[in-house]
């Protein structure tokens, strides 16, 4: 039995990991002011009738804070990636010379910085959810133990242990969260 406490409680640290994780991408895709390769993830190109990553089909690099340079292996690829770009809808406008597309990162208004940070504490907030209906999950299941002859001691340990792992993981969301509020409003 306590082996299946054990497993519980392993699938609940993993499930909120993956909370985690998923908030970190999520807020690094955010425009802050900088220029990131990142910013570009998620953009696909048809590549020979594929649909392919931008990533796969170019090289981007971040020469300054303030420009992402596109360089395709294929020169004919340009307009497509161009207008990828433009149909994801990012807010940022590629400039095409015939050998690179160039983005240039504006700087933020205060407005939208502030825009940014209630988009970072929404993040932040949907991975508390995450984390919310790990423990639940896991309770459950420690209830459903209980019910085939846990011992109820064994049981309220676990439960203590689950809710210790669960405040653990809404204090490193409440970090990440202030850590990238901090970066966004830094001008």
Known sequence: MNEDV???????????????DHLEH?????????A??????????????????LS???????????????????????GTIEKAILAANIGLTPINN???????????????????????KGEGETAKISIRNARKWANDELK?????????DTEKTASEAVQKITSEFNTTIDSIVALKEKDVMTV
């Open 26 to 34: 999520e807020l690094a895709r955010l425009r802050a002011g900088r």
């Open 144 to 152: 459903s133990l209980l019910k085939a002859g846990l011992p109820e």
């Open 98 to 120: 015939g050998e690179v597309i160039r983005i240039y990162i504006p700087p933020l208004t205060e407005e939208r910085r502030h825009q940014l940070v209630r988009q970072v």
């Open 56 to 78: 796969q089909v170019s090289n981007i690099n971040t020469p300054d804070p303030k420009t992402i340079i596109i360089q395709p292996w294929e020169r004919n690829m340009l």
């Open 36 to 53: 990131t390769p990142v910013l570009l993830d998620g953009i696909t190109v048809v590549y020979y009738g594929v649909n392919s990553p």
């Open 6 to 20: 054990e497993l519980i409680t392993e699938e609940t640290r993993d499930r909120m990991q993956k909370a985690v």
